[in-house]
C-alpha cells in the first residue's frame, strides 16, 4: 500500500496494517531536527523531505500461507510510485522519495535474513519487469556504471535495518527498510560536478559525526566509475567485505 506522508496522521489503516504506525513513528523521529537538535540526522535531503511532508511510504506485508513478503504488490506499487516520478516537475521541494515497510517477522532478525528479502526482492523486480532495460546499462553489478533498474527507470536503493549497531543512519526503525530513489532525480542534485560532489561530501561527514564508525569505504560516486552496488547495503563496520550480489539478469529485456 502506497501512502504519503502528508496523509498518514489521518488515515486510518486496515488491521492487516497496524504494524505500520509504531515504524512509521520511529522513521519520523530520526528525521526530525526539532528532536536531535544537536545531532541531526546526516542526509540533508531526508530532513528536507520531512519537514515538506514528501516523504511516500509502500508497505510490504508478510504472507503466510507463502512463508514469504508479497513481491508482487511490491513489484506493482513500485511501479506505479516510479511512474507518478516520471510525471511530477524538477522542482527539488517536489521530490518524494520512497521509504519501503517490510511487515516485521519474529523469525527474521538476523543480518542473513535481511539479506535474503534484498536479494530476493531485487531479483522478483528483475524477473518481472515489464519494461526493457536501456541497452546501455551493464548486466554485470560489478561493472562500472550498473544501476538497479525497474519500470524503465534507474533507481538508487538505500537499505536499513535494525541489526546496524555502529550505523545509525542505517538503521532508520525496527524492521527492514529500502529508501528508492530515481537515479536521475539522485545525480540532477548530487551529481558529478563540483557542486554534486560537495553536497556528498557535507553528508558523508555528516555521516562521520553521526554514526559510531566512520563512513563505508564503499561509498563512492557512481558517475566516476565507483561500483553501485556494494552501496545499497553496507556492513555495519568497515573492515567485513561488501555483499556479493546473486542476482540473475537472463530475463532482462534490453532495448
Known amino acids: 500500500m502506497l501512502i504519503s506522508q502528508q496523509d498518514f496522521p489521518s488515515i486510518k489503516l486496515p488491521k492487516t496494517l497496524q504494524w505500520t504506525y509504531p515504524l512509521i513513528d520511529q522513521i519520523s523521529k530520526k528525521f526530525n531536527p526539532s528532536l536531535n537538535h544537536e545531532n541531526n ?25 507463502q512463508h514469504t513478503y508479497d513481491f508482487k504488490s511490491f513489484a506493482n506499487e513500485l511501479s506505479s510510485f516510479l511512474e507518478e516520478t516520471q510525471q511530477s516537475d524538477e522542482n527539488i521541494n517536489n521530490i518524494e522519495p520512497l521509504i519501503v515497510l517490510f511487515e516485521p517477522v519474529k523469525f527474521i532478525f538476523s543480518t542473513h535474513h535481511y539479506e535474503k528479502i534484498f536479494f530476493d526482492s531485487l531479483q522478483y523486480l528483475i524477473d518481472h519487469d515489464k519494461i526493457a532495460w536501456n541497452g546501455c546499462l551493464p548486466k554485470n553489478p ?114
Not at 528536507?48 to 503466510?64: A, E, P
Open 41 to 65: 540526522f546526516p542526509c540533508i535531503f531526508a530532513r528536507r523531505v520531512f519537514s515538506l511532508l514528501n516523504f511516500r511510504f509502500l508497505t510490504v506485508n508478510w504472507c503466510k500461507d
Open 142 to 255: 560489478n561493472q562500472e556504471f550498473w544501476t538497479m533498474c525497474f519500470s524503465g527507470v534507474q533507481i538508487f536503493i538505500n537499505v536499513s535495518h535494525p541489526n546496524h549497531k555502529n550505523r545509525n543512519s542505517r538503521n532508520l526503525c525496527d524492521t527492514l527498510v529500502f529508501v528508492i530513489n530515481p537515479r536521475e532525480r539522485f545525480d540532477k542534485f548530487a551529481g558529478n560536478n563540483k557542486k554534486g560532489h560537495k553536497i556528498r561530501e557535507r553528508i558523508r561527514n555528516n555521516i562521520d559525526k553521526y554514526d559510531l564508525i566512520s563512513r563505508s569505504p564503499y561509498l563512492g560516486h557512481y558517475q566516476d566509475g565507483d561500483l553501485e552496488w556494494p552501496q545499497y547495503m553496507i556492513p555495519d563496520d568497515n573492515d567485513s567485505p561488501s555483499t556479493k550480489c546473486p542476482l540473475n539478469f537472463n530475463l532482462v529485456k534490453h532495448q
